[in-house]
């Protein structure tokens, strides 16, 4: 029975795994959910013994101990941006994708390489220079600015993935269409699109979730609720001594609830991937 | 009346030739099969015909339409692709109705329509499926089955059969010459089987290298091929080509092989050579019989002795392989006995038969 205990193993190394990437997750939301003491109790209280909801009406200012902060602000300042920017990133990543899986044209190459070379660049190195350059142009604090490098850090993304797409799509099917009546147009919307719709879909929900969780450049661009999102404005929560624990867990929870929903509603595109039928295999 | 016809037409990517300045003429309800080989142009002479391509040069008319610079779908035709392209996110029914739905058709006569088409494809009971729950054969009728509801003035195949299994081929081959009686349409279709064009076809057009070499019913380019390109292509085995010079021996011209065996020449190819000169003869395997076991009838035969070096037996006859003019021929034997390799027979070459054609151009002497 050697076989069944090579399947123990496998089970026990992939706990151990889920576990280290779970738990974190799971100490934010119970930490949420706990009052302060337990957070700081010595030794650790591991499951809270009472549930209380303070925390989440000490932060949307229900109660009268603590001042709140701005979370429906920052939550709408994080709903503008995320989705300006995955809409447009998604648009933009589907007419380029669509380009490069379909047309020749030249330095086609070339342009498919710079947009690769720029994912190689972290992020954050170019916080300074567009920092000064935002605040040269005004820019900074407003959601535009964020709109904007964000759809940079997007769309070389959504175009490669999409293009990906595209490109599993025997061109014969489009050919198709058009020998059936469409123009070139419609036979994209009505046989290549739906057909790439998961991919599209795919790539919505990455640029969706880097916009929503991205933290580094949006604390350096944005200051005020005029443009604050979620993420920085779990900042709020530390003070010079003291850091809010149970508030700052609290309002994280508020940031992953809508991305956990919003990625089980597209998770069947993410893995169903389309049986591709109607050519020969 | 829907005449398709291509003149001068001319096809290059950037330097590269792949189609130089052919004319054809499609009759009216006439099924005419494009062959040749790999990168004879046929497959992009089809696509510039459906407007999948663009034209260098040259015209091309379906009907009294010039349609070169008309969209596919302008063009009012059909296509058939080598890989089906069905929709693989519809149902056979909205893969069948799809090109009505874009004309705008109402729901009524969508429906009629698509019901007459798997009617006679055999389809109905598939008509809620998806592509990816089909065969191959059935993927294939489905794709006929698009083409056929719109009544286009003509059907563009493009290697249908190619991706099927011998025996599903062979099936379908009849059901396209079916089609074709119950729909009566222009049709071109493109292969590189020479039995599809021998068995579908009404005129066979056979290329190479971008040109056309011969046009002519399945019989007058099996029977009076006008080079030895289309002498080697058309027909299973191949037409045996030998070199040979000619002569005039007891007065009558004679082909000289290699190794010393002469052929006397007929008739009609006999008054076009001249001595001496270099000519390719060729025959079929059914020319060359062991006696006793061919249809040469009372023709005119030259008798030769050779040995067998592999015996093929297909059940109704038994190819030979021997030699002859130093090189290896094949020859048929009907309703065969058992036969040895290394056993010695005696063939009858049916003179009468003999193909004969000039070695420096590879034409016909007849041409």
Known sequence: ?281 | MAEVRLEKLVKSYGNVGVVHGIDLTIAHNEFVVLVGPSGCGKSTTLRMIAGLEDITGGTISIGDRVVNDLPPRARNISMVFQNYALYPHMTVKENLGFSLKIAKQDEATIEKRVAEAAEILGLTPLLARTPGELSGGQRQRVAMGRAIVRHPDVFLFDEPLSNLDAKLRGQMRVEIKKLHQKVKTTIVYVTHDQVEAMTLADRIVIMKDGHIEQVGTPAEVFEQPKNTFVASFIGSPPMNLLDATVATEAGRKVARLTDGVTLALPAPAAEKVTDGQAITIGFRAEAFSPVGYGLYGDNEVATIERTVILPEPLGTETLLYTELGGKEVQGKMLNPRFVKPGEQLTFNLDLSRLHVFDKASGKSVLV
């Open chain 1, 1 to 281: 029975m050697e076989r069944s205990w090579q399947r123990w193993l496998i089970r026990f190394a992939v706990f151990i795994v889920m576990a280290i990437i779970c738990i974190p997750g799971l100490w934010i939301v119970m930490t949420a959910f706990r009052d302060n003491v337990e957070v700081m109790a010595r030794p650790p209280v591991w499951i809270p013994e009472r549930w209380t909801l303070d925390n989440f009406r000490a932060i949307l200012g229900m109660s009268e101990s603590q001042q709140g902060i701005p979370v429906a602000r920052y939550f709408l300042n994080s709903v503008i941006i995320s989705v300006t920017s995955t809409v447009l990133a998604v648009l933009i990543g589907m007419m380029g994708g669509y380009a490069f899986a379909r047309y020749r044209f030249k330095g086609k190459n070339v342009a498919f390489l710079w947009l690769m070379l720029s994912r190689t660049v972290p992020g954050i190195s170019l916080s300074l220079p567009v920092f000064m350059i935002w605040s040269r142009v005004g820019l900074i604090d407003t959601d535009f600015g964020v709109i904007l490098v964000y759809l940079a850090l997007n769309i070389p993304f959504t175009i490669w993935l999409i293009d990906g797409f595209f490109r599993q799509i025997p061109l014969s099917l489009s050919e198709a269409a058009q020998v059936d009546g469409c123009t070139r147009w419609q036979a994209f919307w009505k046989i290549e699109f739906p057909l790439a719709k998961s991919g599209i879909a795919s790539a919505g929900i990455f640029a969706f979730l880097t916009s929503w969780n991205e933290f580094a450049l949006a604390s350096q661009l944005t200051r005020t609720t005029a443009s604050k999102t979620l993420p920085v404005g779990l900042m709020d929560f530390t003070a010079q001594f003291t850091v809010d624990w149970t508030g700052m867990c609290a309002m994280a929870v508020i940031i992953i609830v809508p991305a956990l929903i919003l990625t089980f509603i597209v998770q069947k595109h993410l893995i169903a991937g389309l049986t591709f039928g109607g050519v020969k295999g």
